[in-house]
């Protein structure tokens, strides 16, 4: 079983950066496929990014590449989204979540376990 809570959400400025964290308890998180997804108000929840167990694949949508990186601390329990460049299209609440196992990566079905999420504000 796993818990999630992200931190790091706020305001920014286009062009700006923020960093994004998700910190897990469970012991067996870092075998977990994690996965961020955000979503804006009036629209569904849409997928981000996400990176399997051993850090050696990664997946985002075409919007966020070349601007946003995720990365994971398996002994740390914590996942990481490093969002460079930001637009105000960027501006939603964002959700980590983690499963056993991922067949449909940028599902959100997929995904089990789900953090509260953390509000990211991006000003033109």
């Known amino acids: 079983q796993v818990q999630l809570e992200e931190s790091g959400g706020g305001l920014a400025q286009a062009g700006g950066s923020l960093r994004l964290s998700c910190a897990a308890s469970?012991?067996?998180?870092?075998?977990?496929?994690t996965a961020w997804f955000r979503q804006a108000p009036g629209k569904e929840r849409e997928f981000v990014a996400a990176?399997?167990?051993?850090?050696?694949?990664?997946y985002y949508r075409d919007s966020v590449k070349g601007r946003f990186t995720i990365s994971r601390d398996n002994t740390e329990n914590t996942l990481f989204l490093q969002m460079n460049n930001l637009k105000p299209e960027d501006t939603a609440v964002y959700y980590c979540?983690?499963?056993?196992?991922?067949?449909?990566?940028?599902?959100?079905?997929?995904?089990?376990?789900w953090g509260q999420g953390t509000q990211v504000t991006v000003s033109s």
């Open positions: 979540a983690a499963a056993d196992g991922a067949s449909w990566y940028d599902r959100a079905a997929t995904y089990e376990y």
């Open positions: 990176i399997n167990w051993l850090g050696s694949a990664t």
């Open positions: 469970g012991r067996n998180f870092r075998h977990y496929t």
